[in-house]
Nanobody, 126 residues
């Protein structure tokens, strides 16, 4: 059974930083691209960042480019999201997800990710 468990969320002031972690089990983690998504109140879930299974390629939504960094440690079966220069509009529940196909380049399409964590709340105060 695949499990993805996020941690690291919390309350931070604007301009601050947080580091999210997502620990995976039940799947050959190093074979799968991983993604981070977020969902703000009253809004649809949106793509934030993704990293290829080989760690060579990363992808970001424009609104976080230059502020967020996705990384992974395949030895620890963990993917991270370092978030700097946080803004109130970054407030959301953040989810990690495993891409649905092994050895594939990740997309930004939510439906192509088939295993999800429970989410972790990030709140940025102004």
């Amino acid at each position: 059974q695949v499990q993805l468990v996020e941690s690291g969320g919390g309350l931070v002031q604007a301009g601050g930083s947080l580091r999210l972690s997502c620990a995976a089990s039940g799947l050959p983690f190093s074979n799968y691209a991983m993604g981070w998504f977020r969902q703000a109140p009253g809004k649809e879930r949106e793509f934030v960042a993704a990293i290829s299974w080989r760690e060579r390629n990363t992808y970001y939504v424009d609104s976080v480019e230059g502020r967020y960094t996705i990384s992974r440690d395949n030895a620890k079966n963990t993917v991270y999201l370092q978030m700097n220069s946080l803004k109130p509009e970054d407030t959301a529940v953040y989810y990690c997800a495993a891409y649905g196909r092994r050895f594939y380049t990740p997309s930004r399409v939510i439906s192509e990710y088939n295993n999800w964590g429970q989410g972790t709340q990030v709140t940025v105060s102004s």
